[in-house]
């Protein structure tokens, strides 16, 4: 059964970089037949798909267009997690972050338990 | 601004039923696979479908989906108080190379 552990601070100050860090347990993140996403979610944006990071035999990435300048999403293989770092924030990027794993054909099965991030200062 | 519209709200009466819809474009729904969510009040979103019409082990068949053209729509029967929720729609949209989710449904069992 595969689990999702996010960490990271709950307050960034406008300007700053959000990081948000997602251990995965019971798969790889250099599986081949899994993506691995971040998604947030505030009352103003609903639910807001942000990228993902996977592995067929090299590593791609996909980033929303709303973010795409600047987002950066990273694999660790050597602690088997994915990263989210999001820069330049500002109050608009307060929201709930979620890691999640999976497709949009098989859907996005496994999801972290959300990070709160506030951007004030 | 999401891609993929659907209604605000839907509400029906205990063991009535419900669809939702989620409207797209060729790019998105036209193209793609469509997935559903269901997110109970102050939980994190469950998968409730995925490959436009197929339930993962452990969700009743009670939940349907389907798919026609640049349209999806997510079916409850035996609607339950438990099934208040906020459901949303979720596919790829291959003009963006991006996810895109629905504006999201919520389900108010009255």
């Known amino acids: 059964q595969v689990q999702l552990q996010q960490s990271g601070p709950g307050l960034v100050k406008p300007s700053q970089t959000l990081s948000l860090t997602c251990a995965i347990s019971g798969d790889s993140v250099s599986s081949n037949s899994a993506a691995w996403n971040w998604i947030r979610q505030s009352p103003s944006r609903g639910l807001e798909w942000l990228g993902r990071?996977?592995?067929?035999?090299?590593?791609?990435?996909n980033y929303a267009l709303s973010v795409k300048s600047r987002i950066t999403i990273n694999p660790d293989t050597s602690k088997n997690q994915f990263s989210l770092q999001l820069n330049s924030v500002t109050p608009e990027d307060t929201a709930v972050y979620y890691c999640?794993?999976?497709?949009?054909?098989?859907?996005?099965?496994?999801w972290g338990q959300g990070t709160t991030v506030t951007v004030s200062s | 601004q999401s891609v993929l519209t659907q209604p605000p709200s839907v509400s029906a009466a205990p063991g009535q039923k419900v669809t939702i819809s989620c409207s797209g474009s060729?790019?998105?729904?036209?193209?793609?696979?469509v997935s559903w969510y269901q997110q109970l009040p102050g939980t994190v979103p469950k998968f409730l479908i995925y490959d436009n019409n197929k339930r993962p082990s452990g969700i009743p068949d009670r939940f349907s989906g389907s798919k026609s053209g640049t349209s999806a729509t997510l079916g409850i029967t035996g609607l339950q108080t438990g099934d208040e929720a906020d459901y949303y729609c979720g596919t790829w949209d291959s003009s963006l190379s991006a996810g895109v989710f629905g504006t999201g449904t919520k389900v108010t069992v009255l």
């Open positions: 999640a794993m999976g497709d949009w054909r098989y859907g996005l099965d496994v």
């Open positions: 990071t996977y592995y067929k035999s090299k590593w791609s990435n």
């Open positions: 060729s790019s998105n729904i036209g193209k793609n696979y």
